[in-house]
């Protein structure tokens, strides 16, 4: 079973714009991570964020999340053409089974 | 070493044969696990392996055999697969419950199809 929705479902934007992708969840989360995935290969991880977080930041990438909502948001400012890919967030639980389920993702097309 | 290799990249097998997926990470992770992945969707959760135990099984068809011979390994033998079987089958690693909670490790996947 998948933990939530993503987005949108698809982005295209040009170069040196701004990214922002939306994942929501249904249960409650010890932590929620998001990766990106080219091409349909294997998948790379970008960011965690726990519960008690609210932001956090890795270079040109800033994760939001809101525990109240159930949400969070990943935007990557100053896009390039090479962060043309697939983006999922993931939920690990407070269950401590060590689950991780994934959202249905956001495909970013970033023209040059 | 930061990855989690996975042998073979592709496979292609008939309905009635036996193969074996490979897994191996060297970075000391004790929980790995086995996700597949329909093109366009999410991955699903297949199996996870906690210290070399199976922890979680979500429910999958006996064709799809996981067997984890030590640390560093983890196989998913296939059996009498059908064609909705065929799908990107990705490994991964983690450090697991008992080192704290940190991402995940993906290999590249084995893109498989049962014909």
């Known amino acids: 079973s998948q933990q939530g929705e993503e987005d949108p479902q698809a982005l295209s934007i040009q170069e040196g714009e701004n990214a922002t992708m939306n994942c929501s969840y249904k249960t409650s989360i010890n932590n929620l991570q998001w990766y990106r995935q080219n091409s349909g290969r294997g998948l790379v991880h970008l960011i965690l964020?726990?519960?008690?977080?609210r932001e956090k930041h890795s270079g040109r990438l800033r994760v939001t999340l809101d525990t109240s909502k159930k949400s969070s948001s990943l935007l990557i400012t100053a896009s390039r053409a090479a962060d043309t890919a697939s983006y999922f967030c993931?939920?690990?639980?407070?269950?401590?089974?060590?689950?991780?389920?994934f959202g249905q993702g956001t495909t970013l097309q970033v023209k040059p | 070493d930061t990855e989690v290799t996975q042998t073979p990249k592709h496979l292609v097998m008939g309905m009635t044969n036996k193969k074996s997926l490979k897994c191996e990470q060297h970075?000391?992770?004790?929980?790995m696990y086995w996700y597949k992945q329909k093109a366009k969707k999410p991955p699903e959760l297949m199996f996870v392996?906690?210290?070399?135990?199976?922890?979680i099984n979500e429910s999958v068809p006996s064709r799809f055999s996981p067997e984890c011979p030590n640390s560093s390994l983890l196989n998913l033998h296939l059996h009498a697969l059908q064609p909705e079987d065929s799908a990107l089958y990705l490994c991964a690693s983690s450090q697991g419950r008992a080192r704290g909670t940190g991402g995940y490790t993906f290999g590249s996947g084995t893109r498989l199809t049962v014909v």
């Open positions: 970075m000391g992770h004790r929980a």
């Open positions: 392996y906690s210290y070399e135990k199976l922890s």
């Open positions: 964020i726990r519960s008690n977080e």
């Open positions: 993931a939920t690990d639980g407070v269950s401590n089974t060590g689950k991780l389920i």
